[in-house]
C-alpha cells in the first residue's frame, strides 16, 4: 500500500513557475513508476509526466513538454513536478500517481495503482 500526498498547489500569474511536491509513504517507493497527472474543470484526466523507477527516465505530454520537469528523490520518497512558463491553459487539479507495472502505458489513467488527493493550480492571465 502506497499513500501519496501533493503540496506546492495555489495560484500563480501567467508566465510564472511552481514546484509541486508529492511525498509517498512506504519503503518500496523505488520501486514504483511516477506520474503527474491534471484534471481541468469539465474535462477529463490527462497525463502530464512520468518518471521511471529504474532509470529515472522521464516521458511528458505534448502540451508541457520543454516547460514541465519530474524528478524524483527516493531518499526523500518524494516526486516533484517543476512548472515553468505557466499559463491559464495549465490550470487544474494535479494529481500524482504510482504504479508497479512496467509494462503498462505510462499516460493512461487505468495504469496506475495509487492516487493522491490533488492539488489545485491556476494560473492568471
Known amino acids: 500500500q502506497v499513500q501519496l500526498v501533493e503540496s506546492g498547489g495555489g495560484l500563480v500569474q501567467a508566465g510564472g513557475s511552481r514546484r509541486l511536491s508529492c511525498a509517498a509513504s512506504?519503503?518500496?517507493?523505488?520501486?514504483?513508476?511516477m506520474g503527474w497527472f491534471r484534471q481541468a474543470p469539465g474535462k477529463e484526466r490527462e497525463f502530464v509526466a512520468r518518471i521511471s523507477a529504474s532509470r529515472g527516465t522521464t516521458f511528458y505530454a505534448d502540451s508541457v513538454k520543454g516547460r514541465f520537469t519530474i524528478s524524483r528523490d527516493n531518499a526523500k520518497n518524494t516526486v516533484y513536478l517543476q512548472m515553468n512558463s505557466l499559463n491559464p491553459d495549465d490550470t487544474a487539479v494535479y494529481y500524482c500517481?504510482?504504479?508497479?507495472?512496467?509494462?503498462?502505458?505510462?499516460?493512461?489513467?487505468?495504469?496506475?495503482?495509487?492516487w493522491g488527493q490533488g492539488t489545485q493550480i491556476t494560473v492568471s492571465s
Open positions: 512506504g519503503r518500496t517507493f523505488s520501486s514504483y513508476t
Open positions: 500517481a504510482a504504479k508497479m507495472s512496467s509494462s503498462r502505458s505510462s499516460w493512461l489513467v487505468s495504469s496506475y495503482d495509487y
